[in-house]
């Protein structure tokens, strides 16, 4: 695999590469699971190796999304929109994901599940951020650093949320200069700052 992404900073990076590997491996080896029953596959994987607990469904369908009930792709109830988006992401620090799942399960699962009921829109950008912060606040996921940065992007007017898991602080931005003031805030931090746009298609196999 050639990753666009740093590996264990809470971009969805093992999920990119379960999924990635079910749907090529279908294609190539003919075996005429659908593009559905192809994910569920990465997706078991993911849970099975402990690596992550539902960035397969995200990663399927592309987008902004609210997750309304957990699950694989097919089984989850998803509310999904387009995103005209720009994302601005700091990474600071990896986290050992299957570690942090095993020690903190319930407390993930739990405040999870209730802030997914109270996040009615995926295109509320605003809230999707403000609520990702708070639920890594609550599980002991933001480092001083972090919280230096958040409050760096506050300071510009920017919104923000938190990627887990990983030491990553994000911002959803429009085009409207907010990118470049999100940049010159996030810039006194280090780490690596990737720029991307939200894609609206969806895992596919090229070529």
Known sequence: HEAGVPVGYGLGSSAAVALSLSLALNEALGTGLSRERAAQVAHAAEIRCRTGLGDVAGALDGGMEVRVSAGAPGV??????????????????????????????????GLGGRMASELRSPSDAEALQSMSARFAGHIGAITPRMRGAMRALGAEGIACGVALLGQTVFAL??????????????????????????DNEGARVEG
Do not use: K
Not at 91 to 107: F, H, K, M, Q
Not at 176 to 191: H, I, K, Q
């Open 76 to 109: 989850a109830r998803v509310r999904r929109a387009d995103s005209a988006s720009r994302v601005v992401i700091a990474c600071y620090a990896p986290v050992d994901t299957r570690r942090y799942i095993a020690d903190r399960l319930r407390s993930i699962n």
């Open 173 to 198: 931005v429009a085009d409207d200069g907010s990118e470049a003031r999100a940049l010159g805030a996030l810039g006194p931090f280090g780490g690596e700052v990737i720029r991307a746009r939200i």
